[in-house]
């Protein structure tokens, strides 16, 4: 069974930088794809970054381009996300997610898409 455990979420200043880690277990995937996902109070969940096992290709959603980086380790059981130049609009519960894809196919950025879900991890950006 996947499991999926995010860390590393907290407070800090706009401008500041933020590290987030999510733990995995339980993989039997050969190919898929792995990411994260913010929610903000009153809106719907939307993708932020995610990456494909394989190649290890990137993908990142426009508000944080070249702000956030989405990283793995070589034995692939955690993923990173380095935030940096953080906005008070990137506030939110902030999720790892994570489901197979045929090998080559580009990412899903729809949650509905990926099958497991870590619990969360805070993220507050103060003006």
């Known amino acids: 069974q996947v499991q999926l455990v995010e860390s590393g979420g907290g407070s800090v200043q706009a401008g500041g930088s933020l590290r987030l880690s999510c733990a995995a277990s339980?993989?039997?995937?050969?190919?898929?794809?792995m990411g994260w996902f913010r929610q903000a109070p009153g809106k719907e969940r939307e993708w932020v970054a995610l990456?494909?096992?394989?190649?290890?290709?990137?993908y990142y959603a426009e508000s944080v381009k070249g702000r956030f980086t989405i990283s793995q380790d070589n034995a692939k059981i955690t993923l990173w996300l380095q935030m940096n130049s953080l906005k008070s609009e990137d506030t939110a519960m902030y999720y790892c997610?994570?489901?197979?894809?045929?090998?080559?196919?580009?990412?899903?950025?729809?949650?509905?898409?990926?099958?497991?879900w870590g619990q969360g991890t805070q993220v507050t950006v103060s003006s």
């Open positions: 997610a994570t489901g197979p894809v045929y090998p080559g196919s580009r990412c899903p950025s729809s949650p509905s898409l990926l099958p497991h």
């Open positions: 339980g993989f039997t995937y050969s190919s898929y794809c």
């Open positions: 990456r494909r096992s394989g190649d290890g290709s990137a």
